[in-house]
């Protein structure tokens, strides 16, 4: 849905994704170490514009981009099917040449509970994928059930794991969480400054740092 909401630090801001988004996302969700750990999604700028047309009329979907104070494209987040003070956590692809994980997860958790007034969040991650799974825990996040079989992706029937946070969950790891983005918020500057009169692999204009 077309929304508002948006946060910035660490070196990282949080906003609205936009239709000229497309093309980044559709090279963030097909690189190979994600294809297989996230839901189907088209493959083309032009599925991906049309997919964007129809989220932007859902309700109680909230798509977010991350990206660098310089406006450099990091990855995606995102908090949908609210239902009252709950909602899915997911969306979550961060570009591996960057590290925004985690200062991305701490804007997005706290934008939950701050600006949206939530106290809980599920998320559900394909049961292979282990990494995500340690992640999320250090972010607060309990696993509480195993669906067999819960999604297809890619033609494939995958087992998916439930996980829930609560905002005491949060609060109780969120200044644990904060140094680590600190440190991550200067390697986040360091890799921007880096990007200068480089062309993204998702777009052909040369990166301007900002004067």
């Known amino acids: 849905m077309r929304h508002l909401l948006h946060a910035e630090g660490f070196n990282i ?12 996302i559709v090279w963030l969700r097909n690189l190979d170490y994600v294809k297989g750990k996230v839901g189907d999604s088209p493959t083309d700028v032009a599925g991906q514009e049309a ?9 109680r979907d909230y ?11 990091v990855g995606t987040d995102g908090i949908y099917d609210v ?8 969306r979550f692809i961060i570009r591996a ?29 394909v049961a292979s994928n282990r990494h995500v799974h340690s992640y ?4 607060g996040f309990r696993q509480v059930k195993i669906e067999r079989a819960g999604r297809v992706i890619g033609g494939k029937a995958v087992d998916m794991v439930h996980f829930v946070q609560t905002v005491e969950d949060w609060l109780r790891v969120r200044e644990q969480i904060r140094p680590l983005a600190r440190l991550a918020s200067t390697q986040v500057a360091e890799w921007e400054k880096m990007q200068f009169g480089k062309s993204q692999p998702y777009d052909e204009t040369p990166y301007k740092l900002a004067a």
């Open 13 to 24: 801001r949080l906003r609205p994704v936009r239709m000229e988004d497309a093309a980044f």
């Open 51 to 59: 997919w964007l047309r129809g989220y932007f009329e859902r309700g």
């Open 136 to 139: 999320i825990r250090r972010f």
């Open 97 to 125: 040449d960057v590290p925004a994980a985690v200062p991305t997860s701490f804007l997005a958790s706290d934008l939950a509970y701050t600006q949206m007034g939530l106290t809980q969040l599920r998320a559900t991650v």
């Open 83 to 90: 239902a009252m003070a709950s909602a899915e956590a997911g």
């Open 63 to 73: 798509y977010l981009l991350a990206e660098t104070r310089g406006e450099i494209p």
